[in-house]
């Protein structure tokens, strides 16, 4: 099956998947393992229901962001990945707060393996299966202690995963997501941000912002406008900056090259034109801030 074709049969639902062996694993358990995860985070554990995950990061107090974090809730513990890029970064933010919560953050590197299937219905024969959308369709994620490499159905290579997740806009660390981006400006899913939770590091300065009502620049998704895909960096609204581009792709959806940057708010205007090096893109959605 070719890429374009993969990639409709997924759109339809039928199965796919792909390992993510890019991510750093680990396990929380403990007593306090919600409250403990809840006071790092903006999104809100404690409503997420056992058996699904969710997209967030851990900020620091000025609101930016520390790392990206994808949570999975099982009734007994919580399981995290993030960009391997990012581990010990990672580890050490999770674990700089522990003092006497009961709580035990496990890695799980080498032990677990993380899979992701694509489909509206869960795989069968699996302990811990967490429904999520990560690439903006239907899922599953997949931890095990035993490496796969069949699930009866097609393997997705990354083209097809990338299309996805741009049609989608979903913000990837070292891309839409670095220690200079505030939450607001990238996670347009309320999944991701709990406005009506208890205090978390960071959640002084989101909610001025989110009273405020709005940010300087928000997520958009682009399409170009010739056969050519863009180059990554400064964008320009009729010679005036106007934000930067940070990822781009073929889409299988749209047949076009597509496009994630930040776009101010003053030109984020659907059907908008921006240009990067004398390349003209226009701007296909420009979501709301979360509100």
């Known amino acids: 099956m070719n890429e374009k074709k993969l990639y409709e049969s997924l759109v339809q639902g039928n199965p796919g998947w792909c390992e993510l062996s890019g991510q750093a694993l680990w396990r929380i ?139 989608n806009m979903i913000p990837r660390w070292g891309k839409e997501l670095t220690s200079n981006t505030l939450a607001l400006e990238a996670f347009l899913s309320k999944n991701s941000i709990s406005f009506t939770k208890g205090c978390y590091v960071g959640q002084e300065i989101i909610s001025r912002i989110h009273h405020i009502g709005e940010v300087n620049q928000l997520l958009t998704l682009l399409i170009a406008l010739d056969e050519n895909i863009p180059q990554l960096g400064q964008l320009y609204y009729q010679s005036r900056p106007a934000g930067r581009l940070t990822s781009r792709g073929y889409s299988y959806g749209y047949d076009k090259a597509v496009a994630l940057g930040y776009i101010r708010k003053e030109y984020r205007k659907e059907e908008g034109i921006i240009q990067i090096d004398g390349q003209s893109l226009k701007i296909l959605k420009a979501p709301p801030p979360i509100g």
């Open 29 to 167: 358990s403990g007593r306090d393992r919600i409250k403990y995860l809840n006071g790092q985070i903006p999104a809100d554990i404690a409503s997420l229901p056992p058996g699904c995950a969710l997209q967030t990061a851990a900020l620091n107090r000025k609101g930016r962001m520390d790392c990206e974090l994808w949570i999975a809730h099982h009734p007994e513990f919580l399981f995290v990945d993030c960009p391997k890029e990012i581990e010990e970064a990672t580890e050490k933010r999770l674990t700089s707060f522990l003092v006497a919560d009961k709580v035990t953050i496990e890695k799980l590197s080498g032990q677990f393996y993380l899979y992701h299937y694509f489909s509206p219905d869960p795989p069968k024969g699996f302990s811990f299966c967490f429904q999520n959308k990560r690439f903006g369709i239907p899922g599953w994620d997949i931890w095990t202690e035993k490496r796969l490499e069949d699930f009866g159905c097609p393997e997705v290579p990354p083209r097809v995963q990338e299309s996805l997740r741009l049609e």
